[in-house]
């Protein structure tokens, strides 16, 4: 079990890097936050917990504008992308997602705005703890992409100035919501 520490270093190293951290009690007030937030298209990929929530749905009924169809049809900028994450790392404020998905990296780099549902019992001490679940996530012979996302997207490659936004979301929103799901490699 996740203690509060844990959580509240979590939310203190995810905040440091420009994300914003917010507990919800249920998913249904996690989609009241993100249809006051999000603007325009949101794209929700499709996985285990998307269907077993019934993300779309809820969303929806929230007063989500929640994308249909192809993501590669969303159009020139998706307003939003909600996914959830196989686990994080309190340390850094570091959320990791199977994204082996092409669905899921267009959720998580298009979109100007990223939401994460978190589990808080998914939160790791630090990155040595996420060594085994790492592994189990690579087994097998097909390819995977696992993304690491800590924060905005930012870069300093352009004339040495920060820029937020440039290669992915300009903000990221964590929601952390209790009895989603504690098992690491289910997203």
């Not at 270093?9 to 009690?25: D, K, L, P």
């Not at 686990?87 to 990791?96: I, K, L, Q, W």
């Not at 703890?129 to 930012?154: H, K, Q």
Request: glycine share 8%; net charge negative; proline share 5%.
């Amino acid at each position: 079990m996740v203690g509060k520490d844990q959580v509240k270093r979590f939310t203190e190293s995810a905040e440091r890097v420009g994300a914003t951290v917010a507990h919800y009690g249920t998913l249904e007030d996690a989609a009241d936050f993100i249809a006051r937030t999000a603007v325009g298209k949101t794209l929700v990929p499709q996985t285990a917990l998307t269907d077993k929530f019934q993300l779309w749905s809820l969303l929806e009924a929230a007063g989500v504008e929640v994308h249909a169809g192809s993501f590669r049809d969303a159009g020139q900028l998706p307003g939003a992308g909600v996914t959830f994450c196989n686990f994080a790392m309190a340390d850094t404020g570091t959320v990791v997602l199977d994204s082996t998905s092409e669905d899921i990296r267009l959720a998580t780099t298009i979109p100007e705005v990223h939401f994460v549902l978190l589990d808080p019992t998914k939160i790791l001490p630090d990155n040595l703890a996420a060594v085994d679940p790492m592994n189990r996530l690579y087994e097998g012979s097909e390819p995977r992409f696992v993304a690491y996302i800590t924060g905005p997207s930012r870069t300093a490659d352009i004339e040495r100035v920060l820029t937020i936004g440039c290669h992915g979301p300009r903000q990221l929103h964590i929601l952390l919501v209790p009895d989603v799901s504690d098992d690491l490699l289910e997203i």
